[in-house]
């Protein structure tokens, strides 16, 4: 039975999920902006918001390195830091998902995640 098992399984097997957030994270934070599917998007919010909740507080060295296990690449926290930075008083919500049209080959329903502009 799967109680209380709220992780979406995305036809994959542990390490190659965690692996696909961590590229996901990278993608986001190079681009500003990816195109992916609904409910790896959703699943992407659950990963990425927490990172970012993190890295607002102060970087010890102990908060950096568990930023950079959860990253792909170390070079990937300094711009989960300047993100963090345009987000500094904002107290959630750092991602936005829009929903797109489905795909004509699989029918997958497609989403845009944005991370939102830094708080005014």
Not at 24 to 42: C, P, Q, R
Not at 60 to 86: C, F, Q
């Amino acid at each position: 039975m799967r109680h209380k098992k709220n992780n979406r399984i995305l036809g994959r097997n542990s390490k190659q999920r965690l692996h696909l957030m961590q590229n996901l994270v990278s993608s986001l934070l190079a681009h500003g902006s990816i195109v992916t599917t609904e409910a790896k998007a959703k699943e992407l919010r659950k990963h990425f918001e927490p990172l970012i909740t993190k890295a607002k507080e102060e970087l010890t060295l102990a908060n950096r390195r568990r930023l950079i296990s959860s990253l792909m690449h170390k070079t990937d926290l300094k711009g989960l830091v300047e993100v963090a930075k345009k987000q500094a008083t904002r107290p959630g919500g750092y991602l936005r998902i829009t929903k797109l049209p489905i795909t004509r080959t699989d029918a997958a329903h497609m989403a845009r995640v944005d991370i939102m502009e830094e708080s005014k």
